[in-house]
C-alpha cells in the first residue's frame, strides 16, 4: 500500500508511488544481454578499425608497395635501365609468305596504349647502341620510353610505344631516337623466309599496363583518430593533487642518548700480558653508557604518499665509561697505565702517539694493581644517515613512521681517561680509529602536524655499527650502539 | 548500501562480467518497473530493458561520478524506452486535444489505497502518448518545455496530452476505489 504521507498533490503522489517500484525481470532478460555482450566481444574491433580512412591508407599502402615492387621488378628484366616491358597479346599477323625480309611490311597494332610492331618470321636480332640505320626513314618519335625488345627464339618482335607514335615504313626496323631518352634499340632484321605463321607473342616480363594507371603521387596521409572516454577521471584529479603532500621538508632536532661503544679486548696487552693477569678481571673489562648527545639535521623527501627518503648531518657526542679492573705501575717511573689505554697504545707503534709512553716501561719492574676503576671514554662523530620512512596515516594530524637505512659514523675524536686522570686525546689523524664506520639504523618516529608547513617529531632510534670502529682490531674491538629519543621540528615545503 | 557503486561503475567500465551483473541484479528491478510504465506489454518492457542494459555497459565510460548513478541509469532506461516507442510509431499522432479539467483539487487526491499493480495498470492503459508524457511530466519530473523538445512536438501538445492523461486516471482511480472501498469493508468485518 503506498503511504500518502502528507503529500497531496496529484503528481507528487504518483511519483512517490513510482519512486521506489521495482520489478524483478524475467532470468531470460539478463540471459539475452549477456549473449549479446558476449557476441560483442567476440566482435571487438577497435574502434580505429571500424574508421573507413583506416582502409583507405591501406590501400594507398598497397597501391606503393605494388608500384614499387612492379619498378623493381621491370628494373631487374632492363639491367637496372628504366624501361616498359612489351604487353602480352601481339596482334600481329603475318601476311604471308615473304621471300625477303626486307621487302617484309611490318604490321603495325594499335591499342589504346600501345602501338607494336612486330615481324615475324625467322629473325637475326642485331642490337645496335645508337645508330639509326640508313634505311631508315621513318623515325620514331617516342615521348617516353621506346624499347624494341627482340629476342633469338622469338619470331616476332615487338616495339612498343607508349604515348608515342611509332612508323615504320621500312623493311629493316631502324630507329632513331630521340636524344634525350635513354633507350636501347633492338633492331631485328629479318633474313631469310619467315615463316608464314603469325605466332602469339607471350611475352613473360610484366604487363606495364597495370602499372601505367596506378596513382604514383598524390596519395593522402591519413592520421590515426583517437576516442578518448575518461575525461571525467582527469577532473577528478585534480583535487588530489592539491592534496598532494608536500614534497620536502627540513628538520633540525636534538637526541639525548644512550651511547655504548662497547670496547672489547681481544687479547691482553703486552705489559699486561707479561704480568701474567690476563685472566683477571683487567682483561675482561667493559663499557658503561653514559649520558650522551646528538644534534641532527635533516633533510627527506616523500617519494610517495606513504614513502620517503632522508638523510642529514649530526654531530654525535657519545658518553660512555670502561670499567677494567686494575692497571699497571711501574715502579721506577711511576708510570701507569690501565688496560685500555695500554692496548691503546699498542696498536700505534708512533712515537708521537698520544699514549706512546702508555706502552713503554712496562716490561719490568711494573706492577699490576688490582683496582676496579672506572674511567671515562667519549667520542665525537659526524653522522651521516639514509634513511627509508614509511609512514601510517600520512595526511593526518597525527602519523606514523617506521625508519630504517644505514648510517656513516665519521670519527673526529677519542677522550680516554688514563689512570693517572689524565686525558688521552685521539683524533682521525692518529690512525687508531676508523676514519668512517657504518652503521644501521631503525627508529619509530610519531609526527605531529602543527600547520601545514610546521610539524614537530618524537624519534625513537637505534643504532649498531656495523662494522669495528678500530682500524686495527688486532687488540682492540668496538661496535658501538645507541639508543636515543630525538626532539624535532620540521618544515614541509 | 551493501554494494560499493564506485568500484561497481570502475568495474563495468573494465568490462568486467561480475560486475556487470551485479549492477544489473541491483538496478534491473527498478528500471524494470520504468519499463513496464513505459511500454504496453511486458515483451516490450523486457526488450527495452534489454536494449538499455547494453547501452549502459557500452556508455558507462560517459557516466561522470558527480551524479547519482541511479540518476543516470534511469535517464539511459526512459530514453531508450523513447526509442523503442518511436519506433512502434506510438509518438508519431500526438495532438493538441480538448481536455476540460475534472475539477478535482490536489488536496482531496490521495494514492494511498492503491496497490503499485493497479497504479501501473492504470498508467499503462493511457493512450501511448498520454501514457508517455504521463510518465515523463509526473513521474520522470521533466517540464513541458523539456518533453516538447525530447518528443519533437510543441509545448500545448504536451501539456495537453497530460492533461487528458490526468483526467482519465483520475476516472480510473474514482472507479477503482469505489470497488476498493468495498472489498476493504469486506475484510475488516
Keep these: 500500500m503506498m503511504d500518502p504521507s502528507n503529500i497531496n498533490n496529484f503528481e507528487d503522489q504518483w511519483k512517490k508511488a513510482f519512486q521506489e517500484a521495482s520489478e524483478t525481470p524475467p532470468p531470460s532478460v539478463w540471459e539475452g544481454i549477456e549473449a549479446r555482450l558476449n557476441g560483442e566481444q567476440e566482435k571487438v574491433i577497435p574502434l580505429w578499425w571500424q574508421s573507413p580512412k583506416i582502409w583507405y591508407a591501406a590501400a594507398s599502402i598497397a597501391a606503393l608497395l605494388l608500384v614499387g615492387a612492379g619498378f623493381w621488378l621491370s628494373g631487374n628484366n632492363g639491367g637496372g635501365k628504366p624501361q616498359v616491358a612489351v604487353s602480352t597479346e601481339s596482334i600481329l599477323k603475318s601476311e604471308g609468305k615473304r621471300s625477303n625480309a626486307q621487302e617484309s611490311l611490318p604490321l603495325a597494332a594499335e591499342s589504346p596504349t600501345t602501338e607494336k610492331l612486330a615481324t615475324t618470321g625467322e629473325s637475326n636480332v642485331v642490337r645496335e647502341s645508337k645508330t639509326a640505320s640508313s634505311k631508315s626513314k621513318a623515325p620514331a618519335v617516342a615521348e617516353s620510353k621506346v624499347e624494341i625488345a627482340a629476342t633469338d627464339h622469338v619470331n616476332a618482335a615487338d616495339v612498343k610505344h607508349e604515348n608515342a607514335f611509332a612508323e615504320t615504313k621500312n623493311t629493316a626496323q631502324d630507329q632513331s631516337l630521340d636524344n634525350t631518352q635513354p633507350v636501347e634499340i633492338a633492331a631485328a632484321k629479318v633474313a631469310g623466309n619467315g615463316d608464314a605463321a603469325a605466332p602469339t607473342v607471350e611475352n613473360q616480363a610484366i604487363s606495364a599496363q597495370l602499372l601505367a594507371s596506378l596513382p604514383y603521387s598524390d596519395l593522402d596521409v591519413y592520421v590515426q583518430k583517437r576516442h578518448v572516454f575518461f575525461r571525467p577521471e582527469i577532473r577528478i584529479e585534480e583535487p588530489v593533487k592539491e592534496k598532494k603532500p608536500k614534497e620536502y621538508y627540513a628538520g633540525l632536532g636534538v637526541m639525548p642518548a644512550s651511547f655504548n661503544p662497547d670496547v672489547q679486548l681481544k687479547e691482553a696487552p703486552m705489559a699486561f700480558s707479561t704480568q701474567s693477569v690476563s685472566q683477571r678481571r683487567a682483561t675482561t673489562g667493559s663499557s658503561e653508557a653514559r649520558a650522551s648527545y646528538a644534534v641532527q639535521t635533516q633533510g627527506g623527501v616523500r617519494l610517495s604518499k606513504h614513502w620517503s627518503v632522508e638523510t642529514g648531518i649530526s654531530y654525535l657526542r657519545g658518553n660512555s665509561a670502561y670499567e677494567g679492573g686494575g692497571y699497571v705501575l711501574n715502579a721506577y717511573s711511576n708510570l701507569s697505565s690501565n688496560v685500555l689505554e695500554n692496548a691503546l697504545a699498542g696498536l700505534n707503534s708512533s712515537a708521537n702517539s698520544p699514549a706512546a709512553d702508555k706502552a713503554a716501561g712496562f716490561n719490568n719492574g711494573a706492577l699490576y694493581i688490582d683496582v676496579a676503576k672506572k674511567v671515562s671514554n667519549n667520542y665525537q662523530y659526524l653522522q651521516l644517515p639514509v634513511q627509508a620512512g614509511f609512514t601510517l596515516n600520512p595526511d593526518k594530524k597525527f602519523s606514523y613512521s617506521v625508519l630504517g637505512g644505514m648510517m656513516a659514523n665519521f670519527f673526529l675524536v677519542n677522550e680516554l681517561e688514563s689512570a693517572s686522570g689524565d686525558i688521552i686525546r685521539t683524533t682521525a689523524n692518529d690512525d687508531i680509529y676508523r676514519s668512517m664506520n657504518w652503521a644501521a639504523t631503525t627508529g619509530l618516529r610519531l609526527n605531529y602536524k602543527l600547520s601545514s608547513n610546521w610539524g614537530a617529531n618524537l624519534t625513537g632510534s637505534y643504532q649498531r655499527a656495523v662494522s669495528s670502529g678500530f682500524r686495527s682490531n688486532q687488540s682492540l674491538d668496538s661496535h658501538p650502539y645507541l639508543y636515543g629519543v630525538s626532539w624535532s621540528v620540521r618544515y614541509s615545503f | ?189
Design chain 2, 1 to 189: 548500501m551493501t554494494f560499493n557503486e564506485q568500484e561497481l561503475v570502475k568495474g563495468c567500465k573494465q568490462r568486467n562480467r561480475i560486475a556487470q551483473k551485479q549492477l544489473y541484479d541491483v538496478f534491473g528491478g527498478k528500471l524494470f518497473a520504468i519499463c513496464l510504465r513505459y511500454t504496453k506489454n511486458r515483451a516490450d518492457a523486457e526488450d527495452v530493458l534489454q536494449d538499455a542494459f547494453i547501452k549502459i555497459y557500452e556508455n558507462i565510460d560517459s557516466f561522470r561520478a558527480d551524479s547519482p548513478l541511479e540518476y543516470w541509469l534511469r535517464s539511459v532506461v526512459v530514453n531508450t524506452a523513447l526509442n523503442h516507442l518511436r519506433q512502434q510509431k506510438y509518438l508519431k499522432e500526438l495532438d493538441d486535444i480538448d481536455v476540460h479539467h475534472n475539477g478535482l483539487s490536489d488536496r482531496e487526491f490521495t494514492l494511498g489505497n492503491f496497490q503499485l499493480q493497479q497504479l501501473m495498470e492504470m498508467i499503462r492503459e493511457l493512450p501511448p502518448g498520454c501514457q508517455t508524457i504521463f510518465n515523463l511530466y509526473a513521474i520522470e519530473g521533466y517540464q513541458h518545455n523539456e518533453i516538447a523538445q525530447m518528443l519533437g512536438i510543441s509545448e500545448g501538445t504536451s501539456k495537453s496530452q497530460y492533461s487528458r492523461a490526468r483526467t482519465l486516471l483520475q476516472q480510473k482511480l474514482n472507479k477503482e476505489k469505489r470497488f476498493d472501498d468495498g472489498s476493504v469493508q469486506h475484510k475488516q468485518f
